[in-house]
């Protein structure tokens, strides 16, 4: 499973056709941007990921209620991550108003959605796939002062439990820079 910005179809890159495009909701500055870009990549899977809870910039706010009747709409997106999921109450919620033709992604981003991933993946349909954000679960681990040694721990547990139970773990691998971008926050075309 390859997942990667949308953006990326910006630049003359040479992609699997099976790629599937993510688009992080936390740079869409309205909704009719974002139903553009669905119109664009309507024959592409499509990875949509609500930020919540979302400490940096930039942080556009949607509701499921707004996003609802986009997700019933458009059939190319059969992903929906929901991030800071540390518990299966934090899951719940976002449950109720997505169709069971898009596939539920929590992302974990802190020891809590670590030591709860039991729990949390018991609420997952048949493709139980997680997110997991390194950057993210580092900073909370500082921020509890806990032995930041412990990060590689975590990690190890997490890969250690979706191998035995059959989990597909999201991991990032690498990350792309250029100098061709003019625009101060707007990442979106």
Request: hydrophobic share 35%; net charge neutral; aromatic share 8%.
């Amino acid at each position: 499973m390859l997942v990667v910005s949308q953006n990326l179809t910006n630049f003359d890159v040479n992609l699997p056709k099976d790629t599937i495009y993510r688009i992080n909701l936390a740079w869409i500055s309205d909704l009719d941007t974002l139903k553009k870009i669905l119109e664009k990549h309507k024959t592409h899977k499509i990875f949509l990921d609500l930020p919540k809870n979302r400490t940096k910039p930039p942080d556009n706010k949607y509701t499921m209620s707004e996003l609802k009747p986009i997700l019933n709409s458009f059939s190319n997106i059969k992903y929906f991550a929901v991030s800071n999921i540390d518990s299966k109450n934090d899951l719940v919620y976002f449950l109720d108003y997505i169709s069971n033709n898009i596939t539920v992604v929590p992302k974990i981003e802190s020891q809590d959605g670590v030591k709860n991933i039991k729990e949390i993946t018991e609420l997952l349909g048949t493709e139980k796939i997680v997110m997991l954000d390194h950057d993210d679960l580092y900073s909370s681990i500082l921020r509890s002062n806990e032995d930041p040694n412990n990060f590689q721990n975590y990690i190890q547990r997490l890969v250690d439990f979706c191998n035995v139970n059959n989990i597909i773990l999201l991991r990032t691998i690498g990350v792309m820079f250029g100098d061709t971008e003019k625009r101060v926050s707007e990442y979106v075309k």
